[in-house]
């Protein structure tokens, strides 16, 4: 249907009309962009949510890291940043393929709509000056026929009155004729003003009107077309997100997936295992005697005095739930840790474990810096053979300095390694009397450097301080790390 025929009188609700589809694309052009900032200020909330429970940088989120359930959080964390990211995208892609075409579209229609009905406006007031002029000369034509007419009626009266002389007679006879000319003159006029104007009337109703009309329908059905458009780009506008949306979520459920329960209460092992051996007994102390200590108390000591012990149990060392600290805190103290807060360098606080796996850590980080200064000497060195070989390029000597100092810090790297090499220790499992000749005693889980590694002859030389060396059997200790480079020996 067409508006230019079936609302040819409807000139005035057609502009209601209109400026109502105006003011729908203005209000929805408004809702989009209060999406768009409720985008905006989720994906905030979110980054903000994912940098808050990010892992610090302390030792504390370092170990955490370890356990499979910590890293899977971290992964979720990380997912959630990225999930934020498309809603940055979503409200980017709103502004810029709806908000912003909207707001030049309405300025476009607002300048289209403005221009059709100031047409119609003038067709109308054309039309008005028309019928104006029509019934100007209609009624000039009704004036002027009563005129005559009265004209007419007054010769005939003077024509009949012989008291009226001959002169008066003519006189109103020729007024008549006057009259009845005017008459026949307004009548043309008005003829010829009702033929213009049911010409104009025509072309008004059948050509203009509906040609303004049909573009006022145009008009509209390409804004509603344009708001379907939009609505289409706005489902589309999430749409195009969904499968990175979907890669973030697969990514927090394969984090998920990944936490395993054994590995983590293996972990908590290996982060807390002491390497100590169960407290044994404590030994009946005769207070008839001369007061004395019995060897139970120093079982885990690292003296001469450690027995053999046929039960696999050292003793001295007491369960930490007991509850008289004072009197039995050095029985609960292992004689390898310092108390809590000192931290020394070669990790001497440390339960022997725990301490074997820091200086490992300690040895590959420093053999890493060893291997970084290879590679910067190595360069050096390239260098100076093209510096030799194409003076032009650069002065030779302008590199020794540099070789030197890499080659300082190497040899002081290197003695690193070999420091902490040595500190690396076994632990006795069982104990040993150490009665023969070169030989030391041992005490089930005592810690021990070692110096010497076991040359097939099933013997290893060991180190409990200073001034006592000796030879302990092989198959009476667990040795951790394997030899290094440069000599040093480490076991594992």
């Not at 506008?237 to 998920?256: E, F, W």
């Not at 810096?369 to 030779?396: C, F, H, S, W």
Request: proline residues 4%; negative net charge.
């Amino acid at each position: 249907m067409s508006w230019g025929t079936e609302l040819w009188d409807q000139f005035d609700n057609l502009e209601k009309h209109t400026q109502w589809g105006i003011e729908f694309v203005e209000k929805y052009t408004k809702f989009v962009k209060e999406r768009s900032e409720i985008e905006i200020n989720y994906a905030k909330q979110i980054r903000n949510l994912s940098k808050k429970y990010q892992p610090k940088k302390n030792s504390r989120e370092e170990e955490e890291s370890k356990y499979t359930f910590c890293r899977a959080f971290v992964t979720t964390l990380n997912e959630l940043n990225d999930y934020a990211g498309q809603h940055e995208v979503i409200a980017e892609n709103l502004t810029s393929q709806i908000i912003t075409e909207l707001m030049r579209y309405l300025q476009e229609l607002k300048s289209e709509r403005k221009s059709h009905f100031h047409d119609g406006r003038k067709a109308q007031q054309h039309i008005e000056s028309s019928w104006k002029q029509l019934e100007s000369s209609k009624r000039k034509f009704e004036r002027d026929c009563k005129e005559a007419d009265r004209a007419q009626q007054y010769f005939e009266k003077m024509d009949a009155d012989i008291n009226v002389t001959k002169a008066d007679v003519e006189k109103a006879r020729q007024q008549a004729q006057v009259r009845h000319q005017m008459a026949s003159d307004s009548k043309g006029d008005y003829s010829s003003y009702l033929q213009k104007f049911n010409q104009e009337q025509n072309e008004h109703y059948y050509t203009i009107i509906p040609n303004i009309f049909q573009k006022l329908q145009d008009m509209e059905e390409r804004r509603i077309e344009r708001i379907g458009v939009c609505m289409k780009t706005f489902a589309d506008v999430d749409r195009q997100v969904l499968p990175i949306v979907g890669k973030c979520l697969d990514g927090m459920t394969k984090g998920a997936e990944s936490i395993d329960p054994k590995t983590d209460s293996q972990q908590v092992v290996e982060s807390y295992k002491s390497g100590f051996e169960p407290p044994g007994d404590v030994e009946f102390e005769d207070y008839g005697q001369a007061m004395k200590r019995t060897a139970s108390e120093t079982s885990l000591s690292n003296t001469r005095e450690a027995k053999e012990k046929p039960t696999g149990k050292s003793k001295g060392k007491l369960w930490p739930f007991i509850k008289n600290k004072n009197k039995l805190m050095s029985l609960l103290t292992s004689p390898h840790q310092p108390p809590p807060g000192s931290g020394p360098e070669d990790f001497s606080h440390l339960p022997p474990e725990q301490r074997r796996k820091k200086l490992q850590g300690k040895i590959d980080e420093i053999n890493k810096d060893i291997q970084k200064e290879m590679d910067q000497r190595d360069a050096l060195t390239k260098m100076k053979d093209v510096y030799i070989k194409n003076p032009q390029m650069g002065d030779p000597a302008s590199v020794d300095p540099r070789l030197t100092e890499i080659v300082q810090v190497g040899e002081l790297t290197s003695v690193r390694v070999m420091i902490f090499s040595f500190l690396i220790v076994l632990f006795s499992l069982r104990s040993l009397a150490g009665h023969n000749e070169g030989t030391i005693a041992l005490a089930e889980g005592e810690l021990l450097y070692v110096i010497e590694e076991d040359k097939g002859d099933g013997w290893t030389r060991v180190r409990r301080n200073e001034d006592e060396e000796g030879y302990v059997p092989t198959s009476y200790v667990e040795v951790f790390l394997e030899t290094n480079a440069k000599g040093a020996m480490t076991y594992i």
